[in-house]
């Protein structure tokens, strides 16, 4: 027997075609949203073969090592495995973000942070944005890319989620202007360096409330970082801590973003005007018309650091 002849006693080579419809027929089966698209980002993955052209060969012979690698992503896929952590990538603002299971896939909605913080920096010559919970970098990157006199601080707890962020620093060429620091919120920021500094603090901090993590779809429950989603109680007890720490670091008159899950930007609102700090300067809608980023000016005459 030849060596493709054993090969495929094992695991039997298919035509494109075939491995498409069977994967396309898993995915569906699993409840996969939009099956045929899933199937054929998968087999471009694997065979660097666009969708167009995909269709246009099926009667591709697929090697057997081909065949077994696409066979794998699907079942992964088919498990509920996020398609992007099958892939290595996410688009953020138009450009390609590696991610790892040690990170939040990035949002769309989380571009409403960049967009503000842009806005808020277009007419200072060196501006200075700090970003809490930086998790892919894909914040501090688009920030950076878009003011190129930016200096950036870019934080996260987790030490996986930072090498991610760096990976991409580097991709996008903006590590020399990012500065990652690892620890807790702004507790790694040196005051000689940083005390009333910032511009921007810009965080997207975990807010799912505890309550309402077993009902996530399982996409998110089963693969994302609970460190990224876990919020506390309320899912607000970073955007308290924040509320707190981010005077210290504000100039006065610059600005604190952060992003709310559904039904907490009253609640924020509230928090920061009771702290006294700030005020609210606005609130963002995304696209789905939900409230999503708060936004806090440092009142002027507070440039005070907070008792305790
Ligand atoms: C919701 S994710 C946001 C990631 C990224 N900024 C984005 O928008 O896609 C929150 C991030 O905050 C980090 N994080 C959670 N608690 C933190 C803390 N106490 N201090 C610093 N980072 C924290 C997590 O590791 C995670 O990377």
């Known amino acids: 027997m030849s060596q493709q002849q054993l090969d495929n006693v094992v695991s039997p080579a298919q ?7 069977d994967a396309e027929r ?12 899933e199937a054929a980002w998968l087999l471009e993955h694997v065979l660097q073969l ?28 088919a498990n ?7 892939l290595g990538t996410q688009e953020f603002c138009g450009r390609d973000f590696r991610v790892t299971p040690s990170v939040l896939i990035p949002r769309p909605e989380s571009e409403l942070l960049v967009e503000e913080a842009i806005r808020r920096c277009a007419h200072n010559p060196s501006p200075a944005v700090v970003d809490v919970g930086t998790g892919s970098g894909c914040l501090a990157v688009s920030v950076a890319l878009a003011l190129p006199a930016v200096r950036v601080a870019a934080i996260d707890i987790s030490p996986d989620a930072l090498a991610v962020a760096r990976a991409n620093m580097a991709q996008h060429e903006v590590e020399s202007r990012i500065e990652c620091f690892l620890g807790d919120l702004l ?33 998110v429950r089963d693969f994302e970082p609970r460190l990224a ?9 970073v955007h308290r801590r924040l509320l707190q720490q981010a005077p210290a670091f ?3 008159g610059g600005v604190l973003l952060m992003e709310v899950g559904m039904g907490q930007a009253a609640a924020v609102c509230l928090q920061a005007e009771a702290s006294g700090w700030f005020r609210t300067a606005s609130v963002l809608r995304d696209q789905g018309g939900i409230d999503r980023v708060v936004c806090f000016e440092k009142k002027e005459a507070s440039a005070v650091r907070p008792a305790g």
């Open 250 to 252: 504000l100039k006065p």
């Open 26 to 37: 898993c995915l569906n089966a699993a409840g996969i949203d939009q099956p045929a698209l």
């Open 187 to 219: 507790a790694p920021l040196s005051d000689e360096v940083w005390a009333y500094q910032a511009d921007v603090i810009l965080s997207n901090p975990p807010y799912i409330a505890d309550r309402e993590l077993p009902a996530l779809q399982p996409e």
């Open 80 to 86: 509920r495995e996020p398609l992007q952590y099958l």
């Open 50 to 77: 666009s969708p167009l052209m995909q269709r246009l060969n099926p009667e591709r012979r697929m090697t057997n090592p081909e065949c077994d690698r696409v066979r794998v992503l699907v079942a992964r896929r």
């Open 229 to 237: 989603l876990a919020g506390g109680r309320d899912g607000m007890d």
């Open 15 to 21: 035509s494109l075609g075939a491995l498409l419809s």
